[in-house]
Every structure is written in structure tokens, then in C-alpha cells.
């Protein structure tokens, strides 16, 4: 009926799986490990190699966006701020104090960040 090495095998296989499901799930987890839950009225810290890569130089919107695994045009969405102003704002376009609140807030950083 049923072959004893194929079963021993498939269970081999599902316990293999299931420690790499785990992996995966634990990285996920570090992953998103500093973001917050929408609407909880705090900012999380943000990880130390996201404020490195901002220090050094990158676009302080575009290293949180991609951080919040978001686009251009979600962002926009959020902000009420056209994708394409979004793209010369993270190519090194200035912009004000209001762009900035509206940037940080859909973000969910404080502006500060934004401004430096």
C-alpha cells in the first residue's frame, strides 16, 4: 500500500520546510520591527541602518518610503502630493514647511527628519 521510504522522505521534506517558514517568518518579523501599527499616535524608532543611509546623504523621503514599502504614487496618495513632485523631492528638489508636514505625516516620521 504505502511505501515506508516515501513517507520518512516526505516527512524529512515537511520538517525542512516548516524550520524554513519559520526562518523566513523571523526575518519578516526584523524586518518590520520598528514600524508602527496605522493610527497608533507614536512614531517607532527607526532602524539605525535607515538613519545611516539618510546621514549619509540619501534622500531622507526616499529612505523612509522605501522603508514603509511604499511607491511614489502610494505615498501621493497619502500626502495629496503628485508622484512625480515626489520623485524631484527625493532627486534633491527643495520644498517647504508644508510639503514637509504633509510628507512626514503620511510617513508617519516626525518633520524634522525630513528637514535635514
Avoid at 525542512?16 to 501599527?37: F, H, N, W
Avoid at 522605501?66 to 527643495?94: C, D, K, V
Avoid at 512626514?104 to 518633520?111: H, S, T
Wanted: aromatic share 4%; hydrophobic share 40%; glycine share 8%.
Amino acid at each position: 500500500m504505502s511505501d515506508p521510504k516515501l513517507v520518512y522522505s516526505l516527512e524529512i521534506r515537511l520538517i525542512d520546510l516548516e524550520k524554513k517558514v519559520a526562518s523566513l517568518e523571523s526575518q519578516i518579523e526584523g524586518l518590520t520591527a520598528g514600524r508602527r501599527a496605522p493610527g497608533s499616535g507614536s512614531f517607532a524608532a527607526l532602524p539605525s541602518p535607515l538613519l545611516k543611509r539618510i546621514g549619509e546623504g540619501e534622500s531622507a523621503v526616499r529612505a523612509v518610503r522605501q522603508f514603509r514599502l511604499m511607491t511614489q504614487r502610494e505615498l501621493g496618495e497619502l500626502s495629496g502630493i503628485r508622484p512625480n513632485h515626489i520623485s524631484a523631492i527625493e532627486r534633491g528638489m527643495s520644498y517647504g514647511l508644508k510639503t514637509a508636514k504633509r510628507l512626514a505625516d503620511a510617513l508617519e516620521v516626525p518633520v524634522d527628519l525630513l528637514l535635514k
